[in-house]
């Protein structure tokens, strides 16, 4: 054979090999490329969601899944979004820092031809494909109602000062979960709302802001804090001032495990909680449909239950929670 035939035959062969390879990879199993671009990874609840979120898809062997930190940084979360859309995963979940500087963003990975699950906070237009939340007006009232019977209980009538520590202003979770305790409370003409403070979800900035409220306030008879970090936040700075037996405090979120906001009801810490879903077992069971059914069509929204969070109730959810 001469040298210009053994060069074709060899390059022949080589063809042949890489084809064959190529086909086997087609063959195996496929890998799909899941995105999860998280709000943000300091708050307890995004953290549980992220653990929670790795659990479930980790259970899947074709499953790659990467999760982004917008670190409550809208640019941030919009330009992690951005390189998403350009490595094209099969699917999208966005849990959005905020409503309006999500919306555009999540609309350009729709147009992409992405399937985008939209996680516990909502955005301003329905840029996505399905969207996994809970009713947090509703939870609002429940909170409300709550504190209104609690303070009736231990003052014989529903009426007290309030301080109220809110989430990051312009997210639709803490809008509605102040609206939501505000529609009980402006019933009640007793209950006086005597300071509003802004803690953006964590701990840290609660305590500092009750720190301040405590100093100018002589009495206060409950905190009601827009999730369970704040409402700890505030207990821990009434302890340092010797206070936390003159009021109680009430939370949202409910997570289990050792720091949770189910462990801090049955220490006593917390008066009541109340049960705001992850979301993220909802979000895995459509995505994975998604993914492997082809045809299938969610529903366009899927609206999650709460539950009050109390020391008759706290020990049973905490087993169940706890993971």
């Not at 992850?278 to 995505?287: H, N, P, S, T």
């Amino acid at each position: 054979m001469t040298t210009g035939l053994m060069r074709v035959a060899a390059a022949v062969f080589l063809l042949a090999a890489l084809t064959a390879c190529g086909s086997r990879q087609v063959e195996g199993p496929k890998q799909y490329f899941v995105a999860f671009s998280q709000a943000n990874n300091a708050e307890p609840y995004r953290a549980a969601q992220n653990q929670l979120m790795q659990k479930l898809f980790g259970q899947y062997k074709d499953v790659h899944l990467v999760i982004s930190d917008a670190q409550q940084d809208n640019s941030k979360q919009i330009a992690q979004i951005e390189t998403f859309i350009r490595q094209k995963p099969a699917l999208l979940i966005v849990a959005p820092n905020e409503r309006a500087p999500l919306t555009a963003v999540m609309g350009k990975a729709m147009e992409a031809g992405i399937p985008v699950i939209c996680l516990e906070r909502d955005i301003a237009a329905p840029n996505y494909t399905t969207y996994v939340g809970v009713d947090n007006r509703a939870i609002g009232r429940m909170a409300g109602t709550f504190i209104r019977d609690e303070l009736r209980r231990r003052n014989g009538e529903a009426g007290g000062k309030l301080v109220e520590m809110r989430g990051l202003l312009g997210v639709e979770a803490q809008t509605e979960r102040h609206d939501g305790a505000l529609e009980v409370f402006n019933a009640e003409p007793d209950i006086k709302v005597v300071h509003e403070a802004v803690a953006d979800w964590l701990q840290s900035n609660a305590r500092e802001r009750m720190l301040e409220i405590l100093r100018a306030e002589p009495k206060i008879d409950v905190v009601y804090a827009h999730n369970d970090p704040m409402a700890i936040g505030a207990y821990l700075a009434a302890h340092e001032l010797g206070r936390e037996h003159e009021m109680f405090f009430v939370g949202i979120d409910a997570l289990g495990g050792p720091a949770g906001g189910i462990r801090k009801v049955m220490d006593g810490v917390l008066a009541a909680t109340f049960y705001y879903p992850l979301c993220v077992d909802k979000a895995v069971e459509i995505g994975n449909r998604i993914l492997r059914e082809p045809g299938f069509k969610p529903e366009k929204r899927y609206l999650l239950e709460s539950t009050p969070v109390t020391p008759e109730n706290a020990q049973k959810l905490y087993d169940r929670l706890t993971f």
